[in-house]
Antibody, heavy 123, light 106 residues
């Protein structure tokens, strides 16, 4: 079964840090771009970051540049998101998602999603 | 930033009827558009990519159309499991989502 399972969320104070993890199974992890997408409580979806198959290319939404770092370990079929300098507006469910395919330099859809891990930033 | 606007915010339709959801971009995204379905407490599910191609396992009652700045998701005959929130997402310039349309039972 193709599956993504996130972990690592929790309650953290403003300015704090967390490391989110996503364990992949059921597919050749090293063959796919991977992404993080977040959803604030009761709100819509926001793309956060992408990483290329070999980790050589990483892109971020402007609001997290310099604070978040995406990485992966293909040997352990795992995706990570290091989130630093957290702000209240980072409070959200963070989803790990698989990029369906790269078409003309862009991921053309996120076709597999995890169940999400909640990050709450509050004092 | 390309802003995606979905309409209506809420759509009330009876089971068995057709539902038409709209998505508009602030600038042309060609056909670089995807649609997702999200049910309460669940992760989103990819329905359509390339504006009109159904993702793996998606029933034929779901269809997408449009190009440039105007897009439509049509569900031809609503089933009980189709009542959910639907999001459009462009991937022409970075990745941005619409605010969602809630499809509810009339």
């Amino acid at each position: 079964e193709v599956q993504l399972v996130e972990s690592g969320g929790g309650l953290v104070q403003p300015g704090g840090s967390l490391r989110l993890s996503c364990a992949a199974s059921g597919f050749t992890f090293s063959s796919y771009w991977m992404s993080w997408v977040r959803q604030a409580p009761g709100k819509g979806l926001e793309w956060v970051a992408n990483i290329k198959q070999d980790g050589s290319d990483k892109t971020y939404v402007d609001s997290v540049k310099g604070r978040f770092t995406i990485s992966r370990d293909n040997a352990k079929t795992s995706l990570f998101l290091q989130v630093n300098s957290l702000r209240a507006e980072d409070t959200a469910v963070y989803y790990c998602a698989r990029g369906r395919a790269l078409v003309r330099g862009a991921i053309d859809g996120f076709d597999i999603w995890g169940q999400g891990t909640m990050v709450t930033v509050s004092s | 930033e390309i802003v995606m606007t979905q309409s209506p915010a809420t759509l009330s339709v009876s089971p068995g009827e057709r539902a038409t959801l709209s998505c508009r971009a602030t600038q042309s995204v060609s056909t670089n558009l995807a649609w997702y379905q999200q049910k309460p407490g669940q992760a989103p599910r990819l329905l359509i990519y390339g504006a009109s191609t159904r993702a793996t396992g998606i029933p034929a009652r779901f269809s997408g159309s449009g190009s440039g700045t105007e897009f439509t998701l049509t569900i031809s005959s609503l089933q009980s499991e189709d009542f959910a929130v639907y999001y459009c997402q462009q991937y022409d310039y970075w990745y941005t989502f619409g605010q969602g349309t809630k499809l509810e039972i009339k």
